[in-house]
């Protein structure tokens, strides 16, 4: 099946009278169970039991799960109740004392924090460099390198990643690669399909597409999967809720189309910003004048409705959007039917987020300025959206 028919279809009940021609919601925290079936400890469960506990598993859940495989190319996938969970899951069970975590030295705050002050509490060893460039990921493996984690587009600059190339490097290491392509969604991007071992989602985002739930996902192979569905989900405990679950499974329905509008009002506003006075640069990458325009044609199938822009004055222009935005919200998230834009100051991420010191915090600056606004372009008509915006910039 393509993918505007897998988006609907797939983790659907089978097709016989009788049945719903939409994955019932199943709010039960418990099920009915038989001794021969199922044993109470997580350690005993196979991909043959029946649901349990809803902490372990859910129908609900499970039809997104089938889904969400299906869409990545991946053989399972196993939902989390929000991406930072979903992430933080990963690299817990796939790294130990003594292992070492080569990250994007940009991606979405919440990680690089993660992996830069909790991680190393673990004994596990973290060098993040910037991975727009596959030779700095070569540089920094090492024997005890087990795991290397990119984001592609990057959180919130927009820089892109070289799959298909990282992965080749990675393997070659005896390491294992994830993918974060929450930015790209898989209507964009599957980096299962470029050689990634595992690509994790922010369900909350375009995957759910409304702004009404939070969920995360892992996506890969079925042992893998498994494996972390025992040791993440069952005993850290992030299970994702039944009724996001039902809200996620209903977005990803629309998730094509949503993405075809997306991409085409991010275009025509990345070319009205990119035309004003009071604009210094604009990031798309559908852009011919993005640095990497070239690896995203190769890499995506669409450039998504993500657009930063950096211009002279800020700090004071961020002020003057909240007030005077009316059809864009000055807001965080992104991925929803209507347009967000927020202003994230650069100091902010470089000391206390993304730890970038010497070449990489003066690589950051010469891309972002003193700050970088992040505009989700969503759904409105893309004449209203740039509207406002030339209202707001004045």
């Not at 709010?27 to 372990?56: C, E, M, Q």
């Not at 899951?89 to 992996?115: P, T």
């Not at 005896?174 to 050689?195: I, W």
């Not at 010191?357 to 003066?362: H, L, N």
């Amino acid at each position: 099946m393509k993918i505007e028919t897998q988006s609907i279809h797939a983790g659907l009940p089978a097709a016989r009278s009788g049945e719903p021609v939409l994955s019932p919601l199943v709010p039960a925290s418990s099920f009915y169970a038989h001794p021969d079936d199922i044993g109470f400890s997580a350690n005993d469960l196979s991909d043959k039991a029946p649901h349990f506990y809803t902490r372990w598993s859910n129908p609900t859940a499970q039809a997104l799960e089938a889904r969400l495989a299906a869409l990545d190319g991946g053989e399972a996938a196993v939902s989390f109740a929000s991406g930072m969970s979903a992430i933080t899951g990963l690299f817990l069970n796939r790294l130990k004392a003594g292992d070492h975590l080569v990250l994007s030295n940009v991606c979405y705050a919440g990680v690089a924090e993660f992996a830069h002050d909790s991680l190393p509490k673990l004994g596990i060893k973290v060098t993040a460099v910037d991975t727009s460039d596959p030779a700095n990921v070569a540089a920094a493996l090492r024997p005890e390198t087990k795991l290397v984690h990119i984001e592609t587009p990057a959180n919130p600059i927009l820089r892109l990643s070289d799959i298909s190339n990282i992965a080749g490097v990675v393997h070659a290491a005896g390491a294992e690669l994830s993918v974060d392509a929450t930015m790209a969604t898989p209507v964009a991007t599957r980096p299962l399909e470029l050689g990634a071992d595992f690509v994790v989602h922010s369900l909350t985002k375009y995957a759910c597409g409304h702004g009404d739930a939070l969920g995360g996902a892992v996506i890969g192979k079925a042992d893998a999967i498994a494996d972390l569905r025992k040791t993440s989900l069952i005993h850290l405990g992030a299970a994702l809720n039944p009724f996001a679950a039902w809200l996620i499974l209903r977005g990803l329905e629309t998730l094509p189309i949503r993405m075809k509008a997306h991409e085409e009002n991010a275009r025509a506003v990345s070319a009205f910003l990119d035309n004003h006075p009071r604009v210094k640069r604009v990031y798309w990458p559908g852009l011919r004048s993005h640095p990497q325009h070239d690896l995203a044609v190769r890499q995506m199938q669409n450039f998504s409705g993500m657009v930063s822009f950096v211009t002279d004055d800020g700090a004071a222009l961020a002020r003057r959007f909240a007030d005077r935005l009316k059809t864009v919200a000055y807001a965080v998230s992104l991925g929803k039917t209507r347009s967000l834009l927020f202003y994230i100051p650069a100091e902010d991420l470089i000391a206390s987020s993304f730890h970038l010191e010497g070449r990489d915090a003066v690589a950051y600056r010469d891309w972002t300025g003193d700050g970088t606004f992040r505009m989700s372009v969503g759904l409105e008509n893309a004449d209203d959206i740039i509207a406002d915006l030339e209202v707001a910039l004045g």
